[in-house]
């Protein structure tokens, strides 16, 4: 079982409001990631973390930017948030000292911008 | 580049018909072949993972097996709470990022 949370789960906000999306899991993974998702299509990544102090851009050209200051905890930032930013943003982790490596994903945060 | 490609689109089935999900891949090194299921307004649970030609996998209704090309997920005597979409995803040596499909959306009628 996967023990991993993002809040908020729904947020609307206004163009231009900078906004957090906060990620955390208690199963001391070393790799997390950011996926995107709209309704009906394909997840793509668009951030991963190898451990504290590591982060990477994904395939998908996202605006927003994040850290990773603590190994449990990966929040996502969009400075000014737009139209398009609207989507499901979806958390993951993985631990790299197991062969599987596999992903497991937090419930999402559905993302509306007005 | 990887690419996952599944059919059908959608799939209405009665409770208790039996029936099979497609998952057609092309990658350059199999590091692994994902199932999740996917509940709406919920993130992607953890089915099975594959990672070569010939195997399988069970868990209750579903069998998930591989081969070089494909993957198929097998459903038996589905039930109504057997409804969700699956998610077929593959993960090539040296990449982190899962390629994702976009999903067989499952209705069980009752």
């Known amino acids: 079982e996967a023990d991993i949370y993002q809040t908020p789960r729904y947020l609307v906000i206004g163009t231009g409001k900078k906004i957090t999306l906060e990620c955390s899991q208690t199963m001391g993974h070393d790799k997390m990631y950011w996926y995107q998702q709209d309704p009906g299509m394909e997840l793509h990544l668009i951030h991963y973390?190898?451990?504290?102090?590591?982060?990477e851009k994904g395939d998908l050209s996202s605006e927003s930017t994040v850290s990773r200051i603590r190994t449990e905890h990966f929040p996502l930032t969009l400075e000014s948030a737009r139209p398009s930013h609207t989507s499901q943003y979806l958390c993951?982790?993985?631990?790299?000292?197991?062969?599987?490596?596999?992903?497991?994903f937090g419930p999402g945060t559905r993302l509306l911008v007005l | 580049e990887d690419q996952v490609t599944q059919s059908p689109e959608a799939l209405r089935l009665q409770e208790g018909e039996s029936s099979s999900l497609n998952c057609s891949y092309t990658?350059?090194?199999?590091?692994?072949l994902f199932w999740y299921r996917q509940d709406p307004g919920k993130g992607p649970e953890f089915l099975f993972t594959l990672y070569s030609a010939g195997e399988e996998k069970e868990k209750e209704r579903l069998k998930a097996t591989l081969t070089k090309k494909e993957s198929f997920l097998h459903i038996t005597a589905p039930k109504p709470e057997d409804s969700a979409t699956y998610l077929c995803a593959v993960q090539d040596f040296g990449n982190e990022k899962l390629t994702f499909g976009t999903g067989t959306r499952l209705t069980i009628i009752p």
């Open positions: 990658v350059s090194g199999l590091r692994g």
């Open positions: 973390s190898y451990g504290v102090n590591s982060t």
């Open positions: 993951a982790s993985s631990d790299s000292g197991t062969a599987k490596e596999t992903q497991y």
